[in-house]
């Protein structure tokens, strides 16, 4: 796929690998549409985008509220007459230790991680249905078929959404021509696990690499780095009665918090 004068769509795009990805993409000669919530670092980005000869617009908003979602759609629709990819990395990771279990950190994990993208989805299928063509990557994480004691509310998040863009995938492609991807990350160096000691992490920019070359090749799925993809595939595959033996601490990684019972 050429990415030369597609119009694409970035969630999450003032930090981490939305703005990674925004760097990229500027040299591809895309035409950018940003969407975050900070609209200062919106427009610095943008005027940057500008000045260096790619087109780029932008449109403040939250994911967690749908109107905000539609009108960005809306607007990014009425600007450029289309929209062939949408890139959403919009997300946050908060720990939910099981001594003080808070559900409202779930709830708001599940408002941003996988109901903002189901939005996006939402307001992006038709558009790409009357165009017969349009691809939509989400970012998911790459375990998201076994619990990480002590990150419950984010792998939760990010499971429903790989299981959600597995129901979609075949069925948008063979009926409109859609191609949804699911992006797997692993341990990535964002302000989002700023405190965390992940072993293995890789640096954003090169996630960002990644992401926009599995994008160019069509992929169903993208994850990385490889090192993680075959340590988290290889203990996908443990019965139960070992997999719980593994250390809790050492699947909680350094840096997460110690608290005591409620």
Same mark, same amino acid.
Do not use: C, W
């Given at each position: 796929m050429n990415l030369n004068g597609k119009v694409i769509l970035i969630s999450g795009a003032t930090g981490g690998m939305g703005k990674e990805i925004v760097k990229l993409l500027s040299k591809e000669r895309s035409k950018l549409a940003l969407f975050a919530r900070r609209e200062e670092k919106l427009k610095e980005i943008s005027d940057e985008i500008n000045n260096n000869g790619t087109e780029c617009i932008f449109k403040k908003g939250d994911v967690k509220n749908i109107d905000d979602i539609k009108n960005a759609v809306e607007f990014i629709h009425k600007s450029y007459g289309r929209i062939d990819i949408a890139i959403l990395t919009a997300g946050v990771l908060v720990p939910n230790p099981i001594q003080t279990f808070d559900g409202s950190i779930i709830k708001n994990s599940m408002e941003i991680n996988f109901m903002g993208d189901v939005y996006f989805i939402e307001h992006l299928l038709p558009i790409m249905k009357s165009q017969k063509s349009g691809t939509i990557a989400v970012t998911s994480t790459l375990p998201d078929r076994r619990g990480v004691p002590g990150w419950g509310a984010y792998g939760a998040s990010k499971a429903a959404l790989s299981w959600l863009m597995e129901s979609l995938r075949a069925e948008a492609k063979q009926r409109?021509? $859609?191609?949804? &991807?699911?992006?797997?990350?692993?341990?990535?160096?964002? %302000?989002?696990?700023?405190?965390?000691?992940? *072993?293995?992490?890789?640096?954003?920019?090169?996630?960002?690499?990644?992401? $926009?070359?599995? &994008?160019?090749?069509?992929?169903?799925?993208?994850?990385? %780095?490889?090192?993680?993809?075959?340590?988290? *595939?290889?203990m996908d595959r443990l019965p139960v009665f070992a997999y719980d033996k593994i250390d809790i601490e050492k699947q909680k990684c350094d840096g997460y918090p110690v608290v005591e019972e409620k």
């Open positions: 409109y021509n $859609i191609n949804m &991807i699911t992006v797997k990350p692993g341990s990535v160096k964002t %302000p989002m696990i700023e405190g965390y000691h992940r *072993r293995g992490a890789i640096q954003a920019d090169r996630a960002a690499e990644l992401i $926009i070359k599995g &994008i160019k090749k069509e992929k169903k799925v993208i994850q990385f %780095p490889l090192g993680q993809v075959l340590m988290i *595939r290889s």
